[in-house]
């Protein structure tokens, strides 16, 4: 059954009506086009929530909008980083190092972020354990006991990161080849407090990802996000995406079958589809029956060039994937940092009108 776009979109329209406070109800439309244009698909930095919403109640359109909000320029190597350091946010068991960042913002930590102002020799130290260590180490160092929660380190922060700043040139080769459990690094730190004990694995956790993710970048597209962006625009089926996020996790930290496609999905490649829960719900919910995650990515590569070549509508794969993003989760990210009321009876509905079409 073909993806039944405009139907789809309808029902994202209408649900920010019906949801939305009055003074936005007018401007659905707008909101929708906003979160669907490709130039908008990396994530995003900044936007004063009051500032878009005033001009959203103004009759902005979504392209005068779109000028109030700021994305991470992922046509630069350190916007790539930085994608990569945020996408590792994401994950869980890391609340010490994102404690007191509000939770819409959490990829935006300071704690993290803050070592790109650190770097001394940018980009050539990120392919290095030892300086990425060494910058957390001294950003830690400045920031402990800042009057800013956000940025403060704590004691048990600064240890952790002074430790690891410290370790044995072995060590670190055996880190950099993939050889370093987290365990081991942790047995290490065996006189630790208990009440230092999680906030050390999560640093660890954070550390190895962020430093696996660099090297990753070095590695395989020499820093350099022309090449990147050269394997991104290759994609054309879901084997491709396939193709692309498992040689990221054999590559990254814990980088599993989520982190590795938001990751991609993040830097803003229209022709990418994240194989996730939302895309398998709604897929499952048009062919009336539980998908796979191929066949389900494989459904919307298959879609969007259907509809691209009837004429019907020009979309991205990313762009079918936002759709059901949006209907199955609520998260209109780019004008609300919470999720719609009611987004579990939304999305019921939303699979309902997807596999009614």
Same mark, same amino acid.
């Given at each position: ?43 995003? !930095? ?22 109030? +909000? ?8 350190? /916007?790539?980083?930085? !994608? ?42 990120? /392919?290095?354990?030892?300086? +990425?260590?060494?910058?957390? @180490? ?24 002074? @430790? ?39 640093? =660890? ?10 090297? @990753?970048?070095?590695? #395989? ?5 022309? +090449? ?12 491709? =995406?396939?193709?692309?996020? #498992? ?51 494989? @459904? ?26 949006? /209907? ?6 780019? +004008? ?7 987004? /579990? ?13």
């Amino acid at each position: 059954m073909p993806f039944p776009y405009q139907r789809a979109r309808s029902f994202l329209e209408n649900t920010l009506r019906q949801q939305l406070p009055h003074r936005l109800k007018a401007a659905a439309e707008e909101i929708v086009s906003l979160h669907l244009d490709p130039r908008n698909f990396p994530m995003s !930095v900044e936007g004063n929530q009051r500032v878009i919403h005033n001009a959203l109640a103004e009759g902005k359109n979504a392209e005068e909008v779109r000028r109030l +909000i700021s994305f991470e320029d992922t046509n630069a190597i350190r /916007g790539v980083a930085r !994608v990569m350091a945020r996408t590792h946010l994401n994950r869980q068991g890391i609340g010490s190092v994102t404690v007191h960042t509000p939770r819409a913002a959490r990829t935006l930590s300071p704690r993290v972020l803050g070592i790109f102002d650190i770097f001394r020799d940018f980009p050539q130290e990120i /392919g290095s354990f030892r300086a +990425i260590a060494c910058a957390w @180490y001294e950003l830690a160092k400045c920031w402990q006991g800042d009057a800013d929660p956000q940025r403060c380190f704590s004691r048990a922060a600064v240890d952790v990161l002074g @430790y690891l700043h410290q370790l044995e040139d072995e060590t670190v080769a055996l880190i950099e080849q993939g050889e370093m459990p987290p365990r081991a690094l942790l047995g290490m730190m065996a006189g630790l407090p208990d009440d230092q004990i999680k906030e050390a694995q999560s640093w =660890v956790k954070v550390v190895l990802g962020v430093s696996s993710g660099f090297r @990753y970048l070095h590695q #395989r597209y020499k820093l350099d996000p022309t +090449i990147l962006w050269q394997c991104l625009g290759a994609v054309r089926t879901a084997e491709d =995406v396939f193709d692309l996020t #498992r040689d990221a996790q054999r590559a990254v930290y814990e980088f599993g079958s989520a982190l590795a496609p938001s990751f991609f999905a993040d830097l803003g490649a229209p022709a990418f589809c994240k194989p996730d829960t939302h895309v398998l719900d709604s897929v499952s919910a048009i062919r009336g029956s539980s998908q796979s995650q191929s066949s389900a990515v494989a @459904y919307v590569f298959q879609e969007a060039a259907w509809l691209a070549s009837h004429g019907v509508h020009q979309v991205s794969p990313r762009q079918i994937d936002k759709i059901m993003f949006l /209907g199955c989760s609520g998260r209109w990210y780019l +004008i609300l940092s919470e999720p719609l009321p009611n987004a /579990g009876d939304t999305k019921k509905a939303f699979l309902r009108c997807l596999a009614s079409a």
